[in-house]
C-alpha cells in the first residue's frame, strides 16, 4: 500500500494529506504576505507565481498529460520560495526585492472551470511577513474570511493610497455583490434539491456563514482594532508640546522599541539582521566597513548590535507657488536598520516612520525638543536592549 504523504506548511502549522489542498492553502492564506512567491512543483519547471489563477491555469496549460499526484509528493515542501532564495547574495540586483506592482486577482473571483480542481482547506493559519500576529490559528470559516479580508483591505488601501472613504465603498460594494451571489447560489441549491427531494437547510444555512466577509472590519474603528490584535499594528502617539492643557501644539511619534520589536519578529529581518554583511577584500562598501562602525568601541563589543541610520526631510502639502506656502509644511523624520543589506535597505517597507511635526512647531521648538521622546529610546536600546522572541526562544538586541 502507497505510503501517504502529508503536505505542511512552512509558513504556518496548516498541514493535510491532499497536495490541492495544500496549494489552495498557500495562495489562500499567504498570497497577501510580502514577497509571496510560489515554484511550479513539476520536475523541470522553474516557473513562480503569485496569483493562485495563473498557477491553476499554468498546470492545466503546461502539464495537462502529467501525473500531478506524483509530482507534488516529489516535491512536497519545496515548492514555496522563500525570500532568501530569491535574493541570493551573489548579485545585488539579483538580491532586490521583486515588489508586485499591480494588485493581485481577487481568489474568491477567480474563473477555474478550465484549470486544475483545488478543493477547499479546512483549517487554515497565517504567519505573515509584514505583520506578523501573535495568534495565528484561523480555523473556522468566518474567522479565516475575516482574516482573508483585513489582509485585502489593508493591501489595497496601502498600495494604491485610498482614503477611509473610498475604502469603505470597495467594501460595501463587495459585501453587496457577494449577497446577490449568494441568493443566487441558494436559490439554484434549493430549486435543485427540491426537484430531488432532498433537504438544502445544513448546506444554506453554510452559505450564510460567507455572505458577509468584511463583517469584523466594517468600520474604521473596527479595522484598526482588528489590526492591532492580529497584525501588531504599531500605532503613533501624541506628544504634546509647550501648554499641555490646551493641546494645540502637538506631533506624532511611533515608538522606537516597539516599532523595531514588531519590526524584527519578522524570521527574514531576523536572520538577515544577524547576517555579517562585512566586505573581506579590504575595500568599503557599506556602513559597516567604515571605520566608524569597525573602530567604535561599542560595535566591537556588540557585533551584532542595530545600527540605526536617520533621516529627515520636509515635505510642502500646499501649492509650492502659492503666498501660504510653508504653514502648513511637515517634518519628517524616519530611519532604516543599517545591518540590513544595502538592496533591502532601500525598499519602502524596511524604512520605518518615527515623527511627523509641523515646520513651524519645528522652527519653534527646535529638533531637539522633537526629538527628545526618540533619543530616550536609543538610550534605553543602548544600555538594555529589547527582547525580541524568535522561534520560541528569547534574543536581546542592542543598538545604537
Known amino acids: 500500500m502507497e505510503e501517504a504523504v502529508s503536505y505542511r506548511c512552512s509558513c504556518c502549522s496548516f498541514c493535510c494529506l491532499s497536495w490541492r489542498e495544500f496549494y489552495r492553502h498557500r495562495f489562500l492564506t499567504h498570497s497577501n504576505e510580502f514577497n509571496f512567491m510560489m515554484r511550479c512543483f513539476v520536475e523541470g519547471c522553474s516557473q513562480t507565481f503569485r496569483c493562485y489563477s495563473t498557477f491553476a491555469s499554468h498546470l492545466f496549460r503546461k502539464h495537462c498529460g502529467a501525473d500531478l499526484e506524483s509530482e507534488a509528493k516529489k516535491s512536497a515542501h519545496s515548492s514555496y520560495v522563500r525570500p532568501e532564495e530569491n535574493f541570493p547574495q551573489t548579485s545585488q540586483s539579483e538580491y532586490s526585492l521583486v515588489v508586485e506592482d499591480e494588485l493581485e486577482e481577487d481568489i474568491c473571483s477567480m474563473d477555474l472551470s478550465n484549470a486544475v480542481d483545488f478543493s477547499s482547506a479546512d483549517e487554515i493559519s497565517d504567519l505573515s511577513w509584514v505583520d506578523p500576529p501573535p495568534s495565528t490559528d484561523v480555523s473556522p470559516n468566518s474567522n479565516r474570511l475575516s482574516h482573508f479580508a483585513a489582509l485585502f483591505l489593508l493591501n489595497v488601501k496601502e498600495r494604491y493610497q485610498l482614503i477611509q472613504s473610498s475604502l469603505n465603498f470597495i467594501t460595501q460594494q463587495i459585501q453587496q455583490m457577494i449577497s446577490f451571489t449568494i441568493d443566487d447560489i441558494a436559490e439554484v441549491i434549493h430549486k435543485f434539491c427540491s426537484e430531488q427531494g432532498a433537504s438544502e437547510i445544513p448546506l444554506t444555512e453554510q452559505l450564510e456563514s460567507f455572505r458577509n466577509p468584511f463583517l469584523h472590519v466594517q468600520t474604521e474603528y473596527m479595522q484598526n482594532k482588528y489590526y492591532r490584535e492580529n ?148 538610550k534605553t536600546l543602548y544600555k538594555d536592549g529589547i527582547i525580541v522572541v524568535n522561534n520560541g526562544c528569547q534574543n536581546r538586541f542592542m543598538g545604537l
Open 231 to 378: 497584525f501588531n499594528l504599531v500605532e503613533p502617539v501624541t506628544v504634546s508640546l509647550g501648554d499641555v492643557v490646551s493641546g494645540d501644539e502637538n506631533f506624532q511619534y511611533v515608538p522606537l522599541l516597539q516599532g523595531l520589536q514588531r519590526f524584527l519578529e519578522h524570521p527574514e529581518v531576523f536572520d538577515e539582521v544577524l547576517r555579517d554583511n562585512r566586505r573581506c577584500d579590504g575595500l568599503i562598501g557599506d556602513y559597516c566597513d567604515g571605520h566608524f562602525i569597525t573602530d567604535n568601541a561599542y560595535f566591537q563589543e556588540i557585533p551584532n548590535a542595530l545600527q540605526l541610520v536617520m533621516y529627515y526631510d520636509e515635505v510642502e502639502t500646499c501649492d509650492v507657488l502659492a503666498s501660504h506656502r510653508g504653514v502648513h509644511k511637515l517634518g519628517v523624520f524616519y530611519y532604516t536598520i543599517a545591518n540590513l543589506h544595502p538592496a533591502l535597505r532601500s525598499t519602502h517597507r524596511c524604512i520605518q516612520l518615527i515623527v511627523v511635526v509641523t515646520h513651524p512647531l519645528l522652527k519653534k521648538y527646535g529638533f531637539g525638543e522633537i526629538l527628545n521622546p526618540f533619543i530616550k529610546d536609543v
